[in-house]
């Protein structure tokens, strides 16, 4: 049960859904997140401990960068079942919406260039 209710508390916060959402479509780093969501680093970085600790988020490094991507599911079986549903689930949603229409402009190169 333990597992369970980890990956339903990691799922509790509007802004770790959104980062779940967000890297739907493509991995990306804190800065990429932060600027996507409008949360300070800090803050980021807790959300996304949680979403990895619960099996939802994975990273690797590259360089000075470290990657963050939905976990495949393999480590919960609660994680596997949330991750494939959530692909079909708020696509309506206009926040959203809104989050994933800024997404292309979003690139770590213009974010460290400011």
Known sequence: MKTFIKVMKALS?????KILKLLQYRDLCVCEIQ?????AQPTVSKHLKILEDAGLVTYTKD??????????GSSSPYASSIL????HWLEDDPEIKRLLDRLPEISREKICSR
């Not at 360089?63 to 495949?72: C, P």
């Not at 494939?84 to 692909?87: D, E, F, I, K, S």
């Open 13 to 17: 916060d509007p802004s770790r859904v």
């Open 35 to 39: 600027e996507a969501i409008g949360l």
């Open 63 to 72: 360089g000075l960068w470290v990657n963050y991507r939905l976990a495949d």
């Open 84 to 87: 494939g549903n959530l692909r």
